[in-house]
């Protein structure tokens, strides 16, 4: 009787437990890498554009700190693992969203841009925002989308306000705010 109990224990419950721990978080870094390329951190993205979603409450993704070489990439890691989601590159130019909720605020994603291993630009894209302690009902909430020729629009409502911003790529990575002029 014994035996049969922990041969229970061992290829039931155990089992069992050990799924229920599994994190939420993604992690895509076992799979097979090119090993062509050294500088790997992200997974491609299998979104397409046009762009729009929100991302929150999704999985995200882990980078692959092995073989990651961008500059300055642990500033904006909230966790010891870097968490992102991958979104749809332009060109040589990686995009991910990379999630910032380290602080008072549990829903707030920033978009990064990233070019010969260097972080070229990043916006806030997504989120919510409330001033603790007095109208918790008055939220500002921000989303974003990305057309096909990747023009990114920002769009904040706040106090029945709508704020609409749009913003292009540049070849070298950079995000610029487009006005009347461009």
């Given at each position: 009787m014994i035996k049969i109990y922990i041969s229970y224990l061992i290829f039931c419950v155990f089992p069992f437990f050990a799924y229920a721990q599994e994190p939420l978080i993604k992690n895509n870094i076992n799979k097979s890498i090119p090993r062509n390329n050294k500088n790997l951190c992200f997974e491609k993205s299998t979104d397409i554009l046009p762009l729009n979603k929100i991302y929150k409450n999704v999985k995200y993704n882990l980078a692959n700190n092995e073989?990651?070489?961008?500059?300055?990439?642990?500033?904006?890691?909230?966790?010891?693992?870097?968490r992102y989601i991958p979104i749809p590159s332009k060109n040589d130019i990686n995009v991910i969203l990379v999630p910032q909720d380290c602080g008072d605020f549990p829903y707030r994603l920033y978009l990064l841009t990233i070019k010969d291993n260097q972080i070229r630009s990043d916006l806030y894209v997504e989120g919510e925002w409330y001033e603790p302690g007095n109208n918790e009902?008055?939220?500002?909430?921000?989303?974003?989308?990305?057309?096909?020729?990747?023009?990114?629009?920002?769009?904040t409502e706040y106090d029945n306000n709508l704020t609409i911003k749009h913003y292009d790529l540049d070849q070298n990575g950079y995000i610029r705010e487009k006005t009347n002029d461009n």
């Open positions: 073989n990651c070489k961008i500059e300055d990439l642990e500033s904006w890691n909230c966790e010891i693992d870097f009902d008055l939220v500002e909430k921000t989303h974003f989308t990305i057309s096909t020729d990747f023009i990114i629009t920002v769009t």
